[in-house]
């Protein structure tokens, strides 16, 4: 599916922001200090209206493209450098650790000032708009008035649907991604058991585990619950079908019998070595909250500033957490307030991963979306 | 959905027959003694001609139909009765726990006749070959030459296929519900979150905790994954929604915000009080294990001495667990080799739980099946 062979990658800055001032959230809570963790990628150009947020999803980081210092591409990398769909010889593009996060921006691991120690579940419950809130202080940071785009898929797409709703005069492109306005109770229904299985380990003591070990068990048992979640079944069936794993016959035991139950295995242990327990908590229920209409009843007053927003709206058919009704709803709304709306549903087999994995296709649509976006505005990049 | 108005409660018979002759596994390994619990509902005629076992899916028991001496409705009253789906007016209707359950049955909560303690671990893996040779076993103890028919969904399909396989001699028609003949990698996906869930509880104890505390946490927790996938995410909307659960506004906090998690913690907990957790982990084991075409790569092949028997196919529109296409492959075999088959896609927003909830459409499916299957046979009532 990725055939970047005449492109590039990119070089990756990495750098801190704190916020002092204290930030009110949804809660009813202050939180103070804020640090942000942010890459950037490509030249902000003179006039500073080629700049583009990548916003990441829920086990993401700010380190979107090209290698780190210890050698790790970036997890959107097929789709941030030269050439490709997030072009970084035209663009300015910024991808930061959402609030809540445990890679350098603050969350549930950082230091509680009152007490000097990790706050565990002292943090503050926040919400996909508090997460938005933190960005736009970024932005500011920056220089930023307009962005040119904000981008990103499943959480990401939701704090994307959420820049146009509160900040409608920053943003002239939006690219919601295999995403939903509202978090359905079957998504719920999955945070709160890969909650669970974080609770239920006894290293987690209510979240009061960071001098100590740590509930890797719980944290791995929740990310193989996700891990289904975001293949189909067809795409199971095309990787690991009924094949076995390194036995030639069923083992009549509790061992290891079949592929992908390896698979579920290792991705769940590859996890705790980069992953805190607690932002998976707090970050679950952020999505959970998650609801645009909520307080409006109706999601076209939610967008009602946003008619002058250009969007990209892409769903995929095998894609069962976000299926594509979600989409249309939102697809709905918009042309409802008059927005200049692309609307694709992608036929792919890949499911909810389909985001991130069906580059080919998605560069197309998104080059050509951006490069529309740009001679509308009249752009100079 | 139930509009039992005209039809009445059964009386329910419980038993349990001991087979002290070693059963031979597939796993090589051998087990004695063997008890199922198995309960009757109507009467066996004079001819022994009007027997229909029904086999119970992962959480189920040998109480099908009526009430147990605790006032507990079976699982499938609303199907066994007289004048419903399986007309206990015309039909003697049996039902048995599995080999490897926890109600009455030998499984790993057995006392091992080597110690005299619980199996626990030492319990043999097994499969639904072999938890279909017990029953063939009890149908031999009852004097049953021939079934009239052998119905199950979900699990219990499985083992209705694999009695047509092994014994397509000794039934005359067969009801796969809601099935397949070959456990997908989504399903053992989610089968191995579940036992991993189980090992992850400390007073699992490598299975041996019948003296002490048991794992509840990590069953409770193997329950609520299963349970959403029971459901579809159009039955989670119906049902549940975003609704809140006892409180008016989100509680920034990690109790239950919403009633599909209180739903989760119910179920969860629930279960617990009535299923042995080793159960779970021996019954999803031979769930994956199962594939009928194993060995034969076709499953023609499989069903080559299966021509002669009726069989009634029901899959469900919003199933996503055992989707219609497994049904699909399912039926073109069954067709292949000639056989009498009905093929039903029965739309339903109750996803995987539509074989238990579409009560009306399989009582009018099941009993006009049924019907005609006696009417085929001239079977005396």
Redesign the interface.
């Known amino acids: 599916m990725n055939t970047n062979h005449s492109v590039g990658i990119v070089e990756r800055q990495y750098f801190t922001f704190a916020e002092t001032t204290p930030m009110q959230l949804?809660?009813?809570?202050t939180l103070s200090p804020i640090t942000l963790a942010y890459e950037t990628y490509g030249t902000l150009n003179a006039e500073r209206s080629n700049a583009i947020l990548i916003c990441h999803a829920l086990s993401g980081d700010a380190h979107a493209a090209g290698f780190s210092p210890d050698e790790k591409l970036g997890w959107w990398d097929d789709c941030i450098g030269p050439g490709k769909a997030f072009d970084t010889t035209k663009y300015f593009v910024i991808c930061s650790n959402v609030l809540g996060g445990c890679q350098g921006s603050t969350g549930p691991g950082s230091p509680n000032p009152q007490t000097g120690k990790p706050y565990g579940?002292d943090f503050?419950?926040i919400t996909v708009r508090d997460m938005v809130r933190a960005q736009q202080h970024l932005i500011d940071h920056l220089g930023i008035a307009k962005l040119l785009a904000v981008a990103g898929g499943s959480m990401g797409g939701m704090q994307v649907l959420q820049w146009t709703a509160s900040y409608p005069e920053r943003v002239r492109a939006a690219l919601p991604l295999a995403t939903t306005a509202?978090?359905?109770?079957?998504l719920?229904?999955?945070s709160?058991?890969g909650?669970?299985?974080i609770?239920?380990?006894?290293n987690w003591n209510q979240g009061n585990y960071y001098d100590g070990a740590r509930p890797n068990?719980?944290l791995a048992?929740a990310r193989?619950?996700g891990h289904?979640t975001y293949?189909s079944?067809e795409s199971?069936?095309q990787?690991?079908?009924?094949r076995l794993e390194a036995r030639e016959r069923?083992g009549?035991?509790?061992e290891t019998?079949?592929?992908?139950?390896s698979y579920?295995h290792h991705k769940g242990s590859r996890f705790t070595e980069r992953f805190d327990a607690n932002t998976y908590?707090y970050v679950t229920?952020a999505m959970?909250?998650f609801?645009l209409a909520n307080g409006h009843g109706n999601l076209m007053i939610s967008f009602a500033r946003c008619a002058s927003i250009m969007y990209l709206v892409v769903s995929f058919t095998s894609d069962?957490l976000y299926?594509t009704y979600h989409s249309k709803e939102m697809v709905s709304a918009l042309t409802g307030i008059g927005a200049d709306v692309t609307y694709c549903n992608l036929q792919s087999t890949w499911g909810h991963d389909a985001f991130l994995l069906e580059v080919e296709t998605m560069t197309r649509l998104i080059s050509d979306f951006l490069d529309r976006v740009v001679a509308h505005h009249g752009i100079n990049l």
Request: glycine share 6%; net charge negative.
């Open positions: 949804d809660s009813g809570e579940l503050p419950v509202r978090h359905s109770p079957m719920i229904a999955f709160e058991v909650r669970q299985a609770y239920a380990d006894p068990t719980g048992l193989m619950i289904i293949l079944e199971m069936h990787k690991f079908g009924r069923f009549f035991d509790f019998d079949f592929a992908i139950e579920l908590l229920k959970d909250y609801d069962w299926p």
